[in-house]
């Protein structure tokens, strides 16, 4: 799988576990640390965890697995490295403490429209 099929699976799979405020940001031009950031909330760490391992599971499901995984039962934040796309799953207060969209402010946004579709 290339990234923008992988991109559209993470968000399609968030999106159907009701994920919140699902971001995309490119950061290849800005970083190489990934690709892209894939940014969701959750409203508890009990919904934190399940936005995780379904992502986890749907991906394995395409035989593609993390290289690694930050974050444990009760986190408020759980990271998925899929070494060019990073999925980082907050819950919402925490989401909004380290505020990722400001500090990646340069990558790119991409419109999660259009994996939805």
Not at 90 to 108: C, V
Request: zero cysteines; aromatic letters at 10%.
């Amino acid at each position: 799988m290339n990234d923008e099929q992988i991109l559209e699976l993470v968000v399609k799979t968030l999106d159907s576990k009701k994920g919140d405020n699902i971001k995309v940001i490119k950061i290849s031009d800005i970083s190489t640390i990934a690709n892209y950031f894939v940014l969701a909330a959750g409203t508890s760490s009990t919904q934190v965890r399940a936005l995780a391992d379904e992502t986890e599971y749907k991906l394995k499901q395409a035989g593609i697995v993390p290289k690694r995984v930050e974050g444990e039962r009760g986190s408020n934040w759980i990271v998925l490295d899929y070494i060019d796309v990073v999925v980082h799953i907050f819950y919402k207060e925490t989401r909004e403490f380290y505020n990722l969209e400001h500090l990646w402010q340069d990558g790119e946004e991409i419109d999660t429209r259009k994996f939805l579709e």
